[in-house]
């Protein structure tokens, strides 16, 4: 999936159709330069969930989790990995029961902790294209 959104509104509008691919226990790896919008990205596709609660960016935290989202996604976890020291292992920070418990990943920066990548299970390029417009760019990586 290839959309141009050239404004605020129409990337509003791309979150809402996305909704339409997610399930619980995917992983999505956000993928772009500092600010090329992918906690805005998170930001309006919880909107388009209807969460109504604080969003915080996980760029200090490293994850923030919301939800549940009944009857049809559970807890959404947002993590952001750039600020992560060299050397950090998955473990250490309990990734593994994001897995277990069928939350619905979306994770910047996942190339900073080794081996992550790897599990997710579908990428999201996005790219400034002047302004307001990004290019999104969706694809599917595992089975």
């Known amino acids: 999936m290839r ?13 809402r159709e996305l909704l339409t691919l997610l399930e619980p226990g995917q992983c999505w790896i956000l993928d772009g330069a500092v600010g090329a ?3 805005t990205f998170t930001r309006l596709l919880l909107g388009a969930l209807e969460y109504r609660g604080l969003f915080q960016s996980p760029t200090f935290t490293l994850v923030q989790e919301y939800g549940p989202f009944p009857p049809r996604l559970g807890l ?3 993590a952001d990995f750039y600020r992560l020291p060299p050397g950090t292992r998955a473990e250490s920070l309990g990734s593994e029961e994001w897995f277990e418990d069928g939350s619905l990943i979306f994770v910047e920066w996942a190339q900073r902790l080794p081996g992550f990548e790897a599990l997710a299970t579908h990428r999201l390029s996005i790219e400034p294209a002047g302004g307001e417009a990004r290019l999104f760019v969706a694809h599917r990586l595992a089975p």
């Open 76 to 78: 959404v976890r947002h």
């Open 3 to 15: 959309r141009l959104c050239p404004t605020l509104d129409a990337t509003r509008e791309f979150a």
């Open 37 to 39: 919008g992918k906690t």
